[in-house]
């Protein structure tokens, strides 16, 4: 069974900080691309942040550089997603996802190319 948990949401003010973790079963943690999406309501879900497990680096979406940091704890096969500077627009259900069999590609924030998903974590940002 493919299983990935999201965790660490809540609300926060402006400016605030968050570290959202994902687990995921070993199956799909090793070598493949793992991504944080997040969606707002009425919105398409929208890609944050990559990485390809096993050392192979992190992507960002524009809007996050410099503020958010993906990361991974090989030990304990969990991603996490420290975000930083937090602004009302990051306001959304952030959902882990997975592709198997390569690391990610350059269109890693492309929402269709999943089919491994967690079951979100909202995060709230006020002012």
């Known amino acids: 069974q493919v299983q990935l948990v999201e965790s660490g949401g809540g609300s926060v003010q402006v400016g605030g900080s968050l570290r959202l973790s994902c687990v995921s079963s070993r199956y799909i943690y090793s070598n493949n691309c793992i991504v944080w999406f997040h969606q707002a309501p009425g919105k398409e879900r929208e890609g944050v942040a990559a990485?390809?497990?096993?050392?192979?680096?992190?992507r960002y979406d524009d809007s996050v550089q410099g503020r958010f940091t993906i990361s991974e704890d090989n030990a304990n096969y969990t991603v996490y997603l420290q975000m930083n500077s937090l602004k009302p627009e990051d306001t959304a259900m952030y959902h882990c996802?997975?592709?198997?069999?390569?690391?990610?590609?350059?269109?890693?924030?492309?929402?269709?190319?999943?089919?491994?998903w967690g079951q979100g974590t909202q995060v709230t940002v006020s002012t």
């Open positions: 996802a997975a592709r198997l069999g390569s690391w990610c590609s350059a269109v890693w924030n492309n929402y269709k190319n999943y089919i491994y």
């Open positions: 990485i390809s497990t096993g050392g192979g680096g992190a």
